[in-house]
Each structure stands twice: as C-alpha cells, then as structure tokens.
C-alpha cells in the first residue's frame, strides 16, 4: 500500500490505495511504518510523500467513521510527523481533501502539480477536519482565510495555494523531483519547518475578520452544528496553545461523528455514488460513440440541453420548426453565455467557444447525423410520438433518441419506432444547464448499451444521472405530486398558504409548495391538470381567476410591485374557506410539525410503492433525486432516509390515520412500508436484502 524507494539519501513514499487513497486502517498502518523505517534508516536524510493515481488522498475513509477505529490513527502519524527529527516533502499530484491536506499541511513542506486541488470539505460530511486543519490552516493563511476555505468547503486549485500560502509552489513538470531538490534543501538548512511552529498571521486584524465572518455564519445556519463547532476550534487556536487547540478540534470532530445531520450527508454522500451502478448492467457493458448531438425544441428545455452540449464540448444542433422561435431560443442561450461570461464564471474565450458550438436548424431532417437527439417538444403524447416515428425514418442506425418528458410514458413513445431498444427517458430539470439531476429512465426494451451510455453522456456533461424506470412522473414528479395533493389537503382543512411554507422552509427546503407554485406559474398545474386528470380545488381557482402567481403579481399571495417575495391575501384565505365550507370540511391549526407529516408522509409512502415496483433500484437513488432535484436538505438525507429516522412505525401509523380522517385509502400505508413497520424494519436495510 505504500511503496517506499530510497535514492541519493532521499526516501520517497508512495501511497497506493486506489482509488482516491483514503486514509482507511490498512493504509495508516502501512504509512506509519514506512515513516519509521525511513526515520530510522541512516542512509535517508529526508523524505518525500507522494501517492499514485490521480487523487493524492481524498481524506479520512468515510466507512470508518462511528466505528471503533483501528490505530494508528492519522493523529498517530501526523505526531510521528511533527516528531521526525528528518524533514518530510508533501508531494500533491492530484486532489488533497480532508485528511489528505492535513497529512500533507503536516509534513515540512508542500509542492503540488498545477492540476492539484486542495481542500477541507469536511464541512458537507456535517463534521470539521479532525486530523489538526483547523489549526495548522489557519496557521498557513491566516484564520480569516482559512475559515472562509473550511466553511465552503470548496478546494482551490494549486496556483490559489500557493499564492494563499497552503503549499510552498505550484510545479510544473516532474513533481517528485521537485520535491526530492527541496526537501534536500530544507535538510542542509538543519531547521525544520513546521506549520504549528508558526503565528505570524495570527494577527488581531486577521482574527477581527475570522470573529467577524464566524458570526455572520451563524447566523445564516444557526442549526448547523458543524458551523458552530468549526468556529470555536478556529478560536481555541487563536487562544489556546497548539496542542490544547488541537484537542478542542478533536473532541469537537468526535461529537459531530455522532450528529444526525452528519450520518445524514454521509449517507447521501454515499448514496450519490451508489446511484452510478445499476443493478444488472455490468460495468463492462459496450458503450456507443457520442460525438454529436441534436435537441428538438429552442424553448428554456431544450436551450438549456443543449447548453450542457456545448459546456461539455459536445457540438450539438438546436432544431425547431419555425425561425422566430429557433432564433428567440438561440438568442435566450447567447444571452445567458454573455451573463456568465460578464459575472467572470466564463472567460469570453470559452463564451465564445460554447456559443460555437450551437447551431440551429430548422426541419426534423437536420437530426440525421447526430449520435443522440433529445427531443424536448411541448409535453403533449401526440407531438412526441410524431416527432418520434419521424425521427425512426431520419435519424441514422444506432442513434440514441431520448424523450426529455418529465410525465409520459416512455414505452409508448418508444413503440412508435422501429428500434425501441434505442429509446429512453433523459429528464433534465429546469435550468437544465444549472440543475445536476438527470432521471435516466429506463423503458421496457431499451438496450442495456444505450442505458451505460447514457449515463456515461450524464457523467460527461457534468450531471448527476439516476436510472427510474417508467411510471407517471417517474420517481421525482410522482412523490411531488403527492406532496401537491397534501398540501392542498390542507388547505381545506385549515393550514394557510404562508403556514404550510413556513413549516417546510422550517424543515429545511428553501421555498414552500406555494411560493413554489406562485414562482414557476400556477397555469402550469393547472393546464397538465386539465390535460392528465386530478383536481386542485384551490390553485384551480387561482389560476381561473388569472392568478398564476409571480407573473401576474398575484398567485396564492400578492406581489405587489414586482417583489419577488409574496404577502398574504385575505381573498385568497376567503376564498379557501369558501371552498373547504363547499366540501363540507370544518377547518381547525395545525403545528408545523403536523403540517410536516401531512405533506411528507404522503412522498415517503410513494417511495415505498416505486421500490416495490422497481421504478428505483433502492431507497438511495430516491434519497439522490430529492436533495439533487427537488432541493429536500441534504443533512436530512433524503425522505426515505428521513423516514427512517423518524421510524417507519410512527409513519405508517399516521399515514393509517390520515386515511381514516380524509376517506382517502391512498394514503393508508403501501405494502412494503407497512411490512417493515410491523418488522420494526428501516428502508435502509431493504437495500442489503432485496
Ligand atoms: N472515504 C471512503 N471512500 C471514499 C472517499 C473517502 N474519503 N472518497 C471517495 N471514496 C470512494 C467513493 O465512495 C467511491 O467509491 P465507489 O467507487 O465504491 O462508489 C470511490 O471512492 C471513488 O469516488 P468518486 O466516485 O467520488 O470519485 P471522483 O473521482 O469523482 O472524486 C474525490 C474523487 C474528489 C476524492 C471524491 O471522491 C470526494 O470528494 N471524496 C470525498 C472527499 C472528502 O470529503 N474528504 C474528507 C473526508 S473526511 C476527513 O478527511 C476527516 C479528517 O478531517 C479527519
């Protein structure tokens, strides 16, 4: 695990524990001893660290943690380091995250390749760096700056570090050599620098801006533990010494090992990958060559596809069927080229080159040459399935065709081709070209090479692809229906608009359901109402009284002036009453965490039908959908891990009794959650046994 060689007095180790090197048991134990040996051989005068692949350390194993950890522990070794009597030269080729930076922040010095990356994204796990980067960061930097880097969590490339002072020079070229000439340098010196030694940019003014920034931190995030914590280890190093400092990080570090919100992220963290391997498609399955693309539809859809074409260096043709559109389409995608490239996210160069790389067409015929076509047309069965049993006679033999519909049915759609097993589901979500998910969705005869390719092409656009099988909505649209119907529910029973938001954005999402609804458009509901069937008594009558919320200044609340933040109309409150009186319902409060489980329980109940249906893998990829696509907080882990949490007997149990109270036998508990309830069973172990 971890190679040593030693040359002209200079021992260089290198750590080989693909695939990011995390520093599990195994590879601790091996790098302590390599150190020793090294410390202890005569004939070696300093030492390099380097690792293989292209990942320096991605941190800490994230598997071990809440489990009794076998020593040495990366404290152990970072104590061997400061002990080491023979300088040690951190040699940074790849990323260096977590406990990789503060390995490396431990040695005597630090060079990392242009490429590298350097961070402490502890903060997204829920916890803080635990192995002394809260300490010897600031040390390096300056705790203002080292705060703000460990409260992101964002890595900086290796220019960044080097001006910032995290590693002594970005260098181009053989990077292990470079490390042996000055790790030999600092051994003739004879002094030994170490980051815990020094306090020079610990100064008053750097700690009023570190004091000031924690503040304003907290007050954002007031429930984030890890927020918290991260500031007073930062202070304790300001005001302890090292060693004390050190000591506060780790008790700090240990505690939120233990936080929910922490076991929380590092499920999702897994989750998300675990979503990249679909169950019965084997790793090496054949992929299709994808060099071209085309996208039906100039409109905000299809736009924003194509957008992720030409960011990820795809050439790809927009198509419509008539040129006013094609070029308002055309024009929308520059326009939002020009505002990034003016907020400096883009250079104008690459502004310049992604515009280049959309073309627009007129005529379904254009798609002939493209390896993929998705089709992002008006969301009508009758226009897919044209476009579709056009495209079968135009586009060449082999093309992937996908449908970007967010409801139909993808068998169907498929069906009207004479090669369905090309066909499949690529659900963008809108901005297609800011938002990571993608549900790829799988229908009955789509071949299992168009599947891995496709979520190859997800990858290389930079997504977050999830495979879901066919139903209404697929797995996202399916479980927010649910919540839609919750929470027009209760309405009529007695919450009021701005009472329902606020016990979500209580929960956590960033908006509520209703000035979600006033923000996108209630025409839209309320038009796919009419077309697939369903009632919402209330947005119903919004949206016929022409309040379609934002755009028209006034939705489910008023928007007086164009403000983007709505206020509560008493119209709208009477006009609720008036139809819960119509439908005989008598209205009484609910707590927020009433209102919570109305509109939640619903969603989780969904997720146990589309488990036992096979539209999703496992629990996880449902979990991955909801914190990527619909914005459920992440450090709540996703419904079908929050519903664990909760305990599934207590949600099956209300979910009964909301049953009972509405006459609704929807909501009574599916098969599977209520078979894990009676087991005193979580979602999370149906997982390992399915
Ligand atoms: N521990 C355990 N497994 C890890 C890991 C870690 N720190 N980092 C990555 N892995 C695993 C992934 O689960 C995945 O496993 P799989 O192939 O079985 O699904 C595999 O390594 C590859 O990971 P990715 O698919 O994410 O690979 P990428 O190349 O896309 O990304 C990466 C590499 C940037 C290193 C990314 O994996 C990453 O961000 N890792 C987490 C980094 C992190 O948060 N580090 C801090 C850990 S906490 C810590 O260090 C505490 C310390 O302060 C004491």
Not at 197 to 226: C, G, H, I, W, Y
Not at 584 to 600: K, N, Q, Y
Request: with cysteine.
């Amino acid at each position: 695990m971890v190679r040593q060689e030693v040359d002209g007095g200079v021992a260089v180790l290198t750590l080989a524990n693909p695939p990011v090197n995390a520093l599990g048991a195994a590879l601790r134990a091996a790098l302590d001893e390599a150190l020793a040996t090294a410390i202890a051989d005569d004939s070696v005068r300093a030492i390099v660290l380097a690792a293989e692949g292209r990942v320096f350390v991605g941190g800490a194993d994230i598997t071990e943690f809440g489990k009794p950890q076998r020593p040495p522990s990366l404290p152990d070794i970072l104590d061997r380091l400061d002990a080491s009597p023979k300088p040690v030269m951190a040699a940074i080729g790849g990323a260096a995250l977590g406990g990789g930076l503060e390995l490396a922040m431990a040695c005597h010095g630090r060079v990392a390749a242009p490429s590298a990356k350097l961070g402490l994204p502890e903060i997204k796990l829920g916890i803080i760096p635990g192995a002394g980067g809260t300490q010897r960061l600031p040390r390096l930097i300056g705790p203002d700056a080292a705060f703000r880097m460990m409260l992101t969590g964002e890595p900086v490339p290796a220019e960044t570090a080097a001006s910032l002072g995290i590693v002594d020079a970005a260098v181009l070229g053989d990077l292990v050599a470079a490390a042996r000439t000055r790790v030999l340098e600092i051994a003739d010196s004879g002094a030994l620098p170490r980051a815990r030694d020094r306090s020079e940019k610990l100064t008053p003014e750097a700690r009023a801006r570190f004091e000031a920034q924690a503040a304003e931190a907290v007050r954002r995030d007031p429930d984030a533990t890890n927020v918290h914590a991260l500031a007073r280890a930062v202070r304790a190093g300001l005001e302890q010494d090292f060693d004390a400092a050190v000591a506060v990080e780790r008790a700090e570090f240990r505690t939120l090992v233990e936080d929910p919100r922490s076991k929380a992220l590092r499920y999702a963290f897994f989750a998300e990958r675990e979503a990249a391997r679909v169950p019965g498609l084997p790793k090496d399955t054949p992929r299709r060559t994808l060099a071209t693309a085309a996208v039906i539809g100039a409109g905000t859809m299809g736009g924003g596809i194509a957008m992720c074409f030409a960011n990820a260096g795809i050439p790809v043709t927009v198509i419509e069927t008539e040129a006013a559109a094609l070029e308002r389409g055309l024009d929308r995608v520059k326009g939002l080229y020009a505002g990034s490239a003016k907020r400096g996210s883009i250079t104008e160069a690459q502004r310049d080159e992604r515009v280049g790389r959309i073309s627009g067409a007129i005529g379904l015929e254009h798609a002939g040459e493209a390896d993929i076509v998705i089709e992002a047309a008006f969301e009508d069965m009758g226009v897919k399935r044209e476009i579709f049993s056009k495209l079968d006679t135009i586009a060449k033999p082999g093309a992937i065709l996908a449908t970007n519909t967010s409801y139909l049915d993808v068998n169907a759609i498929a069906a009207v081709t004479g090669r369905p097993q090309d066909v499949l589901g690529l659900h963008f979500f809108s901005p297609a070209n800011v938002m990571r998910l993608v549900e790829v969705v799988r229908a009955e005869k789509t071949a299992p090479d168009v599947l891995a390719t496709a979520l190859d092409l997800g990858k290389r656009l930079n997504k977050l692809p999830v495979t879901v099988g066919v139903c209404f909505g697929f797995v996202g649209n399916r479980m927010l229906e649910r919540r839609s119907r919750a929470g027009e529910r209760l309405l009529l029973e007695g919450a009021l608009p701005h009472e329902v938001d606020a016990a979500v954005t209580g929960f956590g999402f960033r908006m509520g359901p209703f000035a979600m609804g006033d923000l996108a458009g209630l025409d839209i509901g309320w038009r796919s109402r009419k077309d697939f069937g369903g009632r919402a008594p209330v947005a119903d009558s919004l949206a016929e009284m022409g309040r379609y919320g934002q755009k028209t200044g006034r939705g489910f609340y008023l928007y007086p002036d164009g403000a983007r933040t709505g206020t509560r109309d008493p119209e709208v409150e009477a006009l609720i009453a008036r139809v819960a009186a119509e439908h005989g319902i008598t209205r009484r409060s609910f707590t927020p965490d009433e209102i919570v489980a109305r509109l939640m329980y619903p969603m989780v109940n969904e997720g146990a039908r589309i488990l036992e249906e096979g539209i999703a893998a496992r629990p996880g990829d449902i979990d991955t959908i909801w914190i990527n696509g619909y914005n459920w907080p992440a450090w709540r882990g996703g419904p079908m891990h929050w519903a664990d949490t909760v305990g599934l007997k207590t949600v099956a149990e209300a979910l009964s009794r909301f049953a009972a109270e509405t006459g609704d036998d929807s909501q009574a508990p599916a098969p599977l959650l209520r078979r894990l309830a009676d087991e005193g069973g979580r979602f999370a172990a149906w997982k390992a046994t399915a």
